[in-house]
């Protein structure tokens, strides 16, 4: 199963829920991807990331719907965040379910490779 939302509000991991197929899962990964504070060797507060919110969920579920195939994901999550994003705070989430971690992580390292593809304006706030 596939989700993936786009978000204009933090990530907070303990509000969300992941339901698994029990029967099949043998590994789930999470990766967090944080914003850091600097950006090109400045100190920034926050970077404001933009771009049409139809236009990138449909992107999202069409990169996550072919690399949960290809892997046979058990399940798949990713929470996009959009708008200003502290320095600190996640702007990204994705979960994998797989039955073995070798495709877990195969699944996740390909989404994440190709996930720059995907056009997304970010803005580093001072």
Not at 52 to 63: G, P, T, V
Not at 97 to 106: K, L, Q, S, T
């Amino acid at each position: 199963m596939v989700r993936v939302f786009v978000i204009h509000r933090p990530i907070v991991r303990e509000e969300i829920v992941f339901p698994l197929e029990p029967k099949r899962t043998g590994a789930i990964l999470e990766y967090f991807q944080v914003v850091r504070g600097e950006a090109g060797g400045h100190p920034i507060r926050a970077i404001r990331f933009e771009a049409d919110r139809e236009l990138l969920r449909a992107s999202l579920i069409i990169l996550a719907n072919r690399i949960a195939q290809h892997y046979e994901l058990t399940e798949f999550e990713c929470f996009r965040r959009m708008g200003e994003v502290l320095s600190g705070e996640p702007c990204l989430l994705v979960r994998v379910g797989a039955v073995h971690r070798d495709e877990a992580y195969r699944a996740m390292n390909e989404f994440l490779d190709e996930l720059r593809s995907i056009a997304i304006t970010a803005n580093p706030v001072a």
